[in-house]
């Protein structure tokens, strides 16, 4: 019975695109809905997101961010007061032309980012040196009209956190922005076990209206990379034409320098494609919506149902545990859960109680471990810990392992047509080498890391003198 549940997820080497959407589906992350590209959030992986939202939200706290909330609409006037920001965006934005049954005298935009509402607010609110800095985020949903899309990946909506902050010199907001990168980076290795790759864009990647873009990168089971979460200092971009401006300690009028700074649910996907395997999702243990899973082995036999819920009783103190006590055959639990991820399996049965121990089985590793009942509430915290260092070792060793050196445009394109992951090459600045190098290979600059190496002397495409090295390839 387990075996046929786990033959129903397409193995990952076959076609990765499927068992992606097989996980998503039979381990109930999500469904489609009948609103185009848009997808419903399922409660297990709805769980994950509150998990991630918990930790950013102490994070931001600690660093002294306040939550607000920004409305839904945006008219048009206000995104058309910064012209590259409304330029990057136009293709992607919802509009909002009627209202009951009235036409709109002007469009409404519905946010596919929050930028010109906060200028808006912020020029509102700050007279002076002394109401900086601004420090806001908030936690909403947004709207970018996507032509393909895939659950959590690219959606039309999806959840996110975007902050948006404004300080008094160009220093303090710079700080900020690495600031909050850190933090990003830091969720994706506390949290997630997700190692990343963490440096600046290139100009032609960077956001609408930025002075710079700041991004962590991961890599995929299938070797693209995805952006799992960017930073951006601003400058005085979006000040000038929105006049965010205060009086300086001189009684001087200066402009604001601004950051902004998000992540996404598309997070949820890098932590499918990053642990999962070819019998289902693998849930890093700190996000895991159930951290233990307890299956009684002959729950019909007297006593057998009344240990798991004592066990259960003492574990639910330190971790998030749930029993099995379907009519299910224990082989369909054990694959079920399995399926879903969940980082520890206890079974206990009547001659484990005989013994006074329980079985522990690993999802990561599929290990077995006999461990004695008056040990448990030490041993599976333990354990727990044990499986995230493990699953981050294992995703670092996988980017060591698929991370490759080229000095030419032929080594370039030889590694991309028979290797997967990134590719580390010398760039000697000029976009046009940039855009070369996606048109003959399909990779794109993904960052300028902040640990530079220096590899070759050479540009990998002109051949001409290079002094930054960039991690380049496909990408989601």
Same mark, same amino acid.
């Not at 920004?70 to 409304?86: N, T």
């Not at 960017?230 to 400058?235: D, E, I, M, V, W």
């Not at 929105?242 to 604001?256: A, H, I, P, R, S």
């Not at 990779?443 to 290079?466: L, M, W, Y």
């Given at each position: 019975?387990?075996?046929?549940?786990?033959?129903?997820?397409?193995?990952?080497?076959?076609?990765?695109?499927?068992?992606?959407?097989?996980?998503?589906?039979?381990?109930?992350?999500?469904?489609?809905?009948?609103?185009?590209?848009?997808?419903?959030?399922?409660?297990?992986?709805?769980?994950?997101?509150?998990?991630?939202?918990?930790?950013?939200?102490?994070?931001?706290?600690?660093?002294?961010?306040?939550?607000?909330?920004?409305?839904?609409?945006?008219?048009?006037?206000? !995104?058309?007061?910064? #012209?590259?920001?409304? *330029?990057? /965006? +136009?293709?992607?934005? =919802?509009?909002? @032309?009627?209202?009951?049954?009235?036409?709109?005298?002007?469009?409404?935009?519905?946010?596919?980012?929050?930028?010109?509402?906060?200028?808006?607010?912020?020029?509102?609110?700050?007279?002076?040196?002394?109401?900086?800095?601004?420090?806001?985020?908030?936690?909403?949903?947004?709207?970018?009209?996507?032509?393909?899309?895939?659950?959590?990946?690219?959606?039309?909506?999806?959840?996110?956190?975007?902050?948006?902050?404004?300080?008094?010199?160009?220093?303090?907001?710079?700080?900020?922005?690495?600031?909050?990168?850190?933090?990003?980076?830091?969720?994706?290795?506390?949290?997630?076990?997700?190692?990343? !790759?963490?440096?600046? #864009?290139?100009?032609? *990647?960077? /956001? +609408?209206?930025?002075? =710079?873009?700041? @991004?962590?990168?991961?890599?995929?089971?299938?070797?693209?990379?995805?952006?799992?979460?960017?930073?951006?200092?601003?400058?005085?971009?979006?000040?000038?034409?929105?006049?965010?401006?205060?009086?300086?300690?001189?009684?001087?009028?200066?402009?604001?320098y601004q950051t902004s700074w998000g992540i996404t649910t598309r997070i949820i996907g890098a932590l499918i494609m990053v642990h999962g395997?070819?019998?289902?999702?693998?849930?890093?243990?700190?996000?895991?919506?159930?951290?233990?899973?307890?299956?009684?082995?002959?729950?019909?036999?007297?006593?057998?149902?009344?240990?798991?819920?004592?066990?259960?009783?003492? !574990?639910?103190?330190?971790?998030?545990?749930?029993?099995?006590?379907?009519?299910?055959?224990?082989?369909?639990?054990?694959?079920?859960?399995?399926?879903?991820?969940?980082?520890?399996?206890?079974?206990?049965?009547?001659?484990?109680?005989?013994?006074?121990?329980?079985?522990?089985?690993?999802?990561?590793?599929?290990?077995?471990?006999?461990?004695?009942?008056?040990?448990?509430?030490?041993?599976?915290?333990?354990?727990?810990?044990?499986?995230?260092?493990?699953?981050?070792?294992?995703?670092?060793?996988?980017?060591?392992?698929?991370?490759?050196?080229?000095?030419?445009?032929?080594?370039?394109?030889?590694?991309?047509?028979?290797?997967?992951?990134?590719?580390?090459?010398?760039?000697?600045?000029?976009?046009?080498?940039?855009?070369?190098?996606?048109?003959?290979?399909?990779?794109?600059?993904?960052?300028?890391?902040?640990?530079?190496?220096?590899?070759?002397?050479?540009?990998?495409?002109?051949?001409?003198?290079?002094?930054?090295?960039?991690?380049w390839g496909r990408a989601y």
């Amino acid at each position: 019975m387990d075996k046929k549940l786990v033959e129903q997820i397409t193995s990952r080497d076959e076609d990765f695109a499927k068992w992606y959407t097989d996980i998503v589906k039979k381990a109930e992350l999500a469904d489609y809905s009948s609103v185009r590209g848009c997808m419903i959030i399922r409660p297990y992986a709805y769980a994950m997101w509150e998990h991630i939202q918990g930790y950013l939200d102490r994070r931001f706290k600690e660093t002294g961010h306040e939550n607000v909330y920004m409305p839904l609409f945006i008219p048009e006037s206000l !995104l058309e007061k910064e #012209k590259d920001h409304v *330029e990057g /965006f +136009a293709p992607e934005v =919802a509009w909002v @032309t009627q209202g009951g049954n009235e036409e709109l005298t002007e469009k409404l935009c519905v946010r596919p980012t929050s930028e010109t509402l906060f200028c808006e607010h912020y020029a509102k609110i700050v007279q002076s040196y002394k109401d900086l800095p601004k420090l806001y985020n908030q936690w909403c949903s947004v709207v970018r009209w996507e032509k393909t899309t895939r659950p959590f990946l690219r959606t039309t909506e999806f959840l996110w956190q975007e902050g948006h902050t404004i300080h008094a010199t160009k220093e303090e907001a710079e700080e900020e922005t690495i600031r909050m990168l850190n933090i990003y980076e830091e969720l994706c290795r506390e949290m997630l076990a997700i190692p990343v !790759l963490k440096g600046q #864009k290139t100009e032609s *990647e960077k /956001f +609408a209206g930025g002075e =710079a873009t700041y @991004t962590i990168e991961s890599l995929m089971h299938d070797g693209k990379a995805l952006q799992s979460g960017t930073s951006h200092y601003f400058g005085q971009n979006f000040a000038k034409p929105f006049e965010m401006q205060y009086l300086d300690k001189n009684g001087k009028l200066q402009y604001v320098y601004q950051t902004s700074w998000g992540i996404t649910t598309r997070i949820i996907g890098a932590l499918i494609m990053v642990h999962g395997d070819d019998n289902g999702l693998v849930v890093p243990p700190r996000i895991a919506p159930l951290q233990v899973i307890i299956v009684p082995i002959a729950q019909h036999k007297e006593g057998v149902l009344e240990k798991a819920d004592e066990l259960k009783e003492e !574990l639910s103190k330190i971790v998030r545990v749930k029993i099995d006590d379907s009519d299910k055959m224990p082989g369909w639990k054990f694959s079920e859960h399995e399926m879903k991820g969940v980082p520890i399996r206890l079974e206990v049965g009547p001659k484990d109680i005989a013994k006074n121990q329980v079985v522990l089985v690993r999802r990561d590793t599929r290990e077995k471990i006999m461990v004695p009942m008056s040990n448990l509430c030490d041993e599976v915290p333990a354990l727990l810990d044990n499986i995230h260092n493990s699953m981050l070792k294992k995703a670092e060793m996988f980017i060591k392992e698929n991370t490759h050196n080229a000095v030419d445009m032929e080594e370039f394109k030889a590694i991309q047509n028979n290797k997967k992951g990134f590719i580390k090459a010398m760039w000697c600045g000029d976009a046009r080498c940039e855009e070369k190098i996606k048109e003959l290979t399909g990779a794109t600059s993904r960052c300028i890391p902040f640990n530079q190496e220096h590899i070759s002397d050479n540009c990998v495409c002109c051949g001409k003198k290079a002094d930054k090295l960039v991690y380049w390839g496909r990408a989601y």
